[in-house]
C-alpha cells in the first residue's frame, strides 16, 4: 500500500462486516488511524483481530447503535479523544427491513428502514460536523445504492430504495453546507455487493441473483474491496476538488 492515507484519522461505522468491514481494514492498510463501531459486538471485535493479523492498528467503539444519539455522540469523543481529531467519516453502518407494500408494517419495516438508512447519517454527520470543521475540512463518504436509481424486480425494497434516495440528497446538501468550512461529502452507490447480509437474499429468493447479474455489465457480484477503493480516493487529498458527486461502483448497472 501507499500510505494515500497516512495519518488521517478515520470513522468507519459498521465495521464488523461487509463494506464497511472493508473500508475500516483497507484504510488501516493506507496508513489511517482508524475508529470502527458495530451494534454486534462479536463482528466488531473480528474485525480488530483481522487486522492484527496483519500488523494493523484499529480501534473500535462497540456496542454501538447508530439510530440513537448519545451512542453517536460517545463515538466521536471516542475517537476524538484516542487520536488528537477527525478527518473522515465513512457512514458504512446501515439497516434495511425488506417488504412488499402490501405486507409492509409502518413501525417495523418502513419507520425502522428509514431511521436506519438516514437517521444513521444525519446523526454521525452531526457529531461529527464540528470536529471536521476544527480540523479546517475533512471528507464525509455516505452510501447510497444503485436501488435509488433502479428497481430489481425480485426484492422488495421500498423501504430501502426511499433511504438509499434520502441519502443522496442529503449528501448533496452537505456538500453545499459544508464547502465553505473545507467539508467535503459525496457518496458511493454500490449495486448488489456480496456480503453476509446480501448472501439470505441471493439465496432465498427465486432468481434475485440472475436478476442483478442480467442488470450487470460486469457479470458478477461487487466485493468490499470494489467499494473501498472508491472511499479510498474520496477519503484522500487526491480527490480535495471533489463533493456533491456520486461514484455508481455498480459494475455497468446503472449505465443501461
Not at 97 to 125: P, S
Not at 215 to 220: A, D, G, L, Q, T
Request: glycine share 12%.
Amino acid at each position: 500500500m501507499n500510505g494515500r492515507l497516512h495519518d488521517k484519522v478515520a470513522i468507519v461505522t459498521g465495521s464488523g462486516s461487509g463494506i464497511g468491514r472493508g473500508c475500516a481494514i483497507m484504510f488501516a492498510r493506507e496508513g489511517a488511524r482508524v475508529v470502527g463501531c458495530d451494534i454486534d459486538v462479536r463482528t466488531a471485535a473480528e474485525t480488530v483481530e483481522l487486522a492484527q493479523a496483519e500488523g494493523l492498528r484499529i480501534d473500535s467503539f462497540h456496542p454501538c447503535d447508530l439510530t440513537r444519539a448519545a451512542d453517536v455522540r460517545r463515538l466521536v469523543e471516542f475517537a476524538v479523544e484516542r487520536h488528537g481529531g477527525l478527518d473522515v467519516l465513512v457512514n458504512a453502518g446501515a439497516f434495511g427491513a425488506f417488504a412488499w407494500i402490501e405486507e409492509m408494517d409502518h413501525e417495523r419495516d418502513w419507520k425502522r428502514t428509514l431511521a436506519g438508512e438516514l437517521d444513521v447519517v444525519f446523526l454521525a454527520c452531526q457529531a461529527a460536523w464540528p470536529h471536521l470543521k476544527a480540523r479546517g475540512g475533512g471528507a464525509i463518504i455516505n452510501f447510497a445504492s444503485a436501488s435509488a436509481r433502479v428497481a430489481f424486480r425480485p426484492l422488495p425494497s421500498l423501504a430501502h430504495c426511499a433511504g438509499k434516495g434520502g441519502v443522496l440528497a442529503m449528501t448533496r446538501q452537505l456538500a453545499m453546507e459544508g464547502g465553505p468550512h473545507g467539508i467535503r461529502a459525496n457518496t458511493i452507490s454500490p449495486a448488489l455487493v456480496e456480503t453476509t447480509a446480501t448472501r439470505i437474499p441471493l439465496e432465498t429468493i427465486p432468481d434475485f441473483r440472475e436478476e442483478v447479474l442480467d442488470k450487470c455489465m460486469i457479470r458478477r457480484l461487487g466485493r468490499p474491496e470494489d467499494i473501498g477503493w472508491c472511499a479510498i480516493y474520496l477519503a484522500s487529498d487526491e480527490a480535495g476538488w471533489v463533493t456533491g458527486a456520486d461514484f455508481p461502483i455498480d459494475g455497468g448497472t446503472t449505465a443501461w
